[in-house]
């Protein structure tokens, strides 16, 4: 039995505290998700947090098939969705003090960001699912509904242009 099957069993049992178990669960998760898909960090949180009150208010018609978490993606990818849609990305100052071992952490996670952001958006989701959010190839295609044989060619299709571009030098400049 999984954490996730016992938290819904308690939840099931009436124990007030299995929202909030669910939710300590999943929350970094999603969050670490929303960040990717959201122009900010406060947008991020926003987004999670909405995430987790419409998970709540829908709670009723979901049947616990082992899958929350496919449920609880779907609803931040179209949270992130519409948050994106509602604000407009402002610059936001970089912070000023790094040193140099973090510059050269951040200035290679922006490289890999510009790149991922040039895959075609059904590739690009599919590596951040993979990787950003550490999802197991079945529970990307849970996540998506898509077939697990589509995910792993769209990622096998990815992974190969990621190289082929690294390869080239790695120019990150958008298309």
């Known amino acids: ?12 049992q009436g124990d007030s505290g299995g929202l909030d178990e669910l939710v300590s669960l999943y929350y970094p998760e999603i969050l670490r998700y929303c960040r990717w898909h959201t122009p900010d960090q406060a947008t991020a949180e926003d987004a999670a947090q909405e995430t987790f009150l419409k998970a709540v208010r829908h709670f009723d018609r979901y ?8 449920f609880l993606y779907q609803i931040a990818a179209n ?3 519409d948050m994106w849609r509602k604000k407009k990305p402002e610059a936001l100052p970089e912070e000023l003090v790094y040193t140099e071992r973090e510059f050269d952490r951040a200035e290679q996670e922006a490289d890999l960001a510009r790149l991922v952001e040039r895959l075609p958006e059904k590739q690009r989701e599919i590596v951040l699912l993979r ?3 550490d ?6 295609a849970d996540v998506l509904g898509l077939p ?5 060619s769209r990622l096998r ?8 571009i690294l390869k080239e030098g790695g120019e990150t400049d958008a298309k």
């Open 131 to 133: 990787f950003a959010q």
């Open 79 to 81: 949270t992130c969705v």
């Open 157 to 164: 299709a990815a992974l190969k242009y990621l190289k082929k």
């Open 1 to 12: 039995m999984t954490r996730e099957d016992e938290i819904f069993r308690k939840i099931e």
């Open 135 to 140: 999802l197991t190839l079945r529970e990307t």
């Open 148 to 152: 697990l044989r589509t995910v792993q």
């Open 63 to 70: 049947v616990h098939k082992g899958r929350f978490k496919a």
